[in-house]
């Protein structure tokens, strides 16, 4: 918990949610180590030939960590994506050579178009590791030692609704009625307070009203 402290405030302290922030923070490291330490293991190569690559969402982020730091090359992305591009190459390829009768031949391609399909992306699972580590640290923070964190979350914009959501599904939000209830009234008062503005806007942008916007 000690070491997950001083990330867990500095997410709250930050634009945006918390949450989003340290699964980001997490998804940028995992590229860093990938590409410094493991981009000749044995173990990392397979998974991601077999995933052939990233996802769409992750190969995106993977080209704008490269870009944003400079002492990222792209060497180590040419490694990993050789060996996935060869792969995906030949499956492919297999479906120039189906032959015989049309409905063996359409068996076939359906085998050979499920083996084309992106699946477990290795980043999205370390992410999901990631985000279900930080649900139960905040819940635990928020849960041991309220006094301090809680204020700390309310200070801060608050969860995205789908951490929302997981942090109500987690079993320790089930077990203490006392902190699902504090979660929940504190989005119920983010919302009353975006409903507010919301309605504070439209009511300026009348033209019978001249307060400024």
Excluded at 18 to 34: G, K, M, S
Excluded at 104 to 122: M, V
């Amino acid at each position: 918990m000690a070491l997950f402290t001083g990330e867990l405030q500095r997410a709250l302290a930050a634009p945006g949610c918390p949450l989003c922030r340290l699964v980001r923070h997490q998804e940028e490291a995992w590229i860093w180590h990938t590409l410094y330490e493991f981009t000749g293991d044995p173990g990392v190569r397979s998974r991601l030939d077999a995933s052939y690559g990233l996802c769409h969402e992750h190969a995106h982020l993977l080209r704008r960590v490269l870009t944003g730091h400079r002492l990222l090359g792209g060497s180590g992305v040419a490694r990993i994506y050789e060996t996935v591009v060869l792969r995906y190459s030949e499956q492919l390829a297999a479906l120039q050579g189906a032959g015989g009768r049309l409905k063996q031949w359409l068996g076939s391609e359906r085998q050979q178009l499920a083996k084309l399909e992106l699946k477990g992306c290795p980043l999205c699972l370390s992410s999901q590791q990631a985000e279900r580590g930080a649900v139960f640290f905040l819940l635990e923070a928020l849960q041991k030692e309220g006094q301090l964190w809680r204020p700390r979350l309310k200070s801060s914009e608050g969860l995205c609704n789908p951490h929302l959501l997981l942090t109500l599904e987690d079993n320790q939000a089930h077990e203490d009625p006392e902190l699902r209830q504090f979660l929940i009234q504190d989005q119920l008062e983010r919302l009353a307070e975006l409903q507010g503005r919301l309605y504070q806007l439209q009511r300026k942008q009348r033209y019978d009203v001249y307060e400024q916007i």
